[in-house]
């Protein structure tokens, strides 16, 4: 947990301007290194977009996944998603990543849908809504690419049976003091959520269980999940006699709103990917941006990209050139561009991606079996 005056970092709760560098420090990660991705370019080619652009950004021992890699060992993708709703374009991020990785290293990918975990912690939340909402996400990820017969996804719930001998292994060795102390539980806290850090735990040793044989894990994911890694599945590793499992961390993609990540307690402030294409180029240009009150202060003063959601929406996922968004930067800063007109830009590029998503997420549905695994 971060909790500080000024931003909160909780697996639960993301709020206000979260200052990325002093999550490092108090969560103890690395940053990502030039030699560091250096080393990722020899396996990948290109340097990804969201490495060069600092959105994947920190990350616990994937230097040692790379010697592990280098040595001829191959390591699995594990990542997941709390099914609490729809999925939002922020939710893309890691995972559009995720399949880069697996194409890039030839990973298979285990991917948890924690639908107990949404169930526990939302008093609205019924389980039957939160399995429903497992298999409506399921469709956005398998819309990202990833690989049939490489890729098993599941619904905690469903898996139940092969996940829980592992979780009480790992439940075994972690004491009330410690989970109260990662995760801030509290007495009012329902007994299910202070067990659920375990079963978030079990994919990071599962596929070394199933196949019988040791291996490297590598987790993409923001860096809001890090308390499970950090404070459970890396301290039970070596108890177990598994690998601790690597990490790589993004950054939140902030919302439509001021301040904070997308949200999906806020519908306007995040684009979902089952927005119809017209009501999300609404919600773009009604969105707050780093504007000045008046036209003459703008052309003035020039806009404030940094602040400004829009501005960030291209840097995270919609304007992939390098050269485009520097001149966004640029004539936002000098004035010669407008909100209004920036925002209208926005808008067309978020309805033609949503537009080929919406095509991608259809065809899923056809091709859930060979994703979905159960017992
Ligand atoms: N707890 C995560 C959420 O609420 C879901 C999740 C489970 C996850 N396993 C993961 C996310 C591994 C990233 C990586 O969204």
Not at 297 to 308: V, Y
Request: hydrophobic residues 35%; neutral net charge; proline residues 5%.
């Amino acid at each position: 947990m971060s909790n500080s005056q000024d931003f909160t970092v909780t697996p639960w709760e993301v709020k206000g301007e979260v200052d990325y560098d002093k999550l490092v420090r108090e969560f103890g990660t690395q940053l990502l290194t030039e030699e560091l991705l250096g080393r990722i370019k020899k396996h990948t080619g290109d340097i990804h977009l969201f490495l060069r652009r600092k959105i994947f950004f920190s990350h616990r021992d994937l230097d040692w996944i790379l010697d592990r890699y280098e040595a001829g060992e191959k390591f699995f993708l594990y990542t997941g998603r709390g099914p609490s709703g729809h999925t939002h374009v922020g939710h893309l991020v890691p995972w559009i990543f995720t399949r880069h990785l697996q194409e890039k290293f030839g990973a298979e990918l285990y991917f948890q849908m924690t639908d107990d975990e949404k169930f526990l912690h939302d008093e609205k939340m019924s389980l039957k809504e939160s399995m429903g909402y497992t298999y409506e996400n399921a469709l956005d990820v398998i819309a990202c690419g990833f690989e049939p017969g490489k890729t098993f996804i599941f619904s905690d719930v469903e898996y139940g049976k092969t996940l829980y001998k592992m979780a009480v292994e790992i439940a075994k060795h972690i004491t009330y003091s410690t989970a109260k102390a990662v995760f801030g539980f509290e007495d009012s806290t329902n007994v299910g959520m202070i067990f659920f850090p375990c079963i978030q735990a079990v994919p990071c040793f599962l596929p070394s269980i199933l196949k019988s044989k040791n291996m490297p894990c590598l987790i993409p994911a923001a860096i809001d999940q890090d308390p499970y890694w950090r404070g459970i599945a890396r301290f039970v590793a070596p108890k177990l006699g598994f690998y601790k499992p690597a990490q790589i961390h993004s950054k939140f993609m902030p919302g439509l709103a001021r301040g904070g990540k997308m949200s999906a307690s806020d519908p306007k402030s995040a684009i979902f990917t089952v927005d119809p294409p017209e009501m999300a180029e609404e919600k773009v240009m009604s969105s707050y941006t780093g504007g000045r009150a008046t036209v003459a202060e703008q052309r003035r003063l020039g806009g404030q990209a940094e602040i400004c959601p829009v501005y960030h929406y291209y840097h995270f996922l919609f304007e992939e050139d390098e050269k485009e968004l520097a001149k966004i930067y640029h004539d936002c800063k000098s004035g010669a561009l407008l909100c209004g007109d920036c925002k209208a830009n926005l808008a067309g590029k978020v309805r033609r991606f949503l537009t080929e998503h919406q095509r991608k997420r259809e065809s899923a549905r056809k091709k859930l079996d060979k994703f979905i695994i159960r017992d």
